[in-house]
């Protein structure tokens, strides 16, 4: 068994054909590791993404919530100023009332 040229040639031809092989082996492994951490961020951040949006509705409740509690309060203290203005009117008219009866009957005493 002689080594030739021709086998010498044959030899480092499979010989770099089991390291293209080889090579391509380990770029479709570094590849698949790459594509597991692509995949693992875009999990990562289409969560992040779905509890920003449950916050932000959570915000959006709570601030429509806020808006009618301020609504109420404005309109309870209308209400309340305008309960003690007619309170006030009707103070009044008792006391005209009563100075109006006392004066009757100081006149019907006289």
Do not use: C, P
Request: aromatic share 2%; hydrophobic share 35%; no cysteine.
């Amino acid at each position: 068994m002689e080594l030739t040229i021709e086998r010498i040639a044959m030899i480092a031809a499979l010989a770099a054909m089991g390291g293209a092989i080889g090579v391509k082996i380990i770029t479709i492994q570094l590849f698949r590791a790459m594509e597991n951490s692509i995949n693992a961020v875009y999990q990562a951040r289409t969560e992040a993404q779905r509890a920003l949006q449950r916050t932000l509705s959570k915000k959006n409740v709570s601030q429509r919530d806020l808006t009618k509690i301020e609504r109420k309060k404005q309109k309870t203290r209308s209400q309340i100023r305008k309960l003690r203005g007619e309170l006030n009117d009707y103070k009044k008219h008792e006391s005209d009332r009563q100075k109006q009866r006392n004066a009757m009957r100081g006149k019907m005493e006289e």
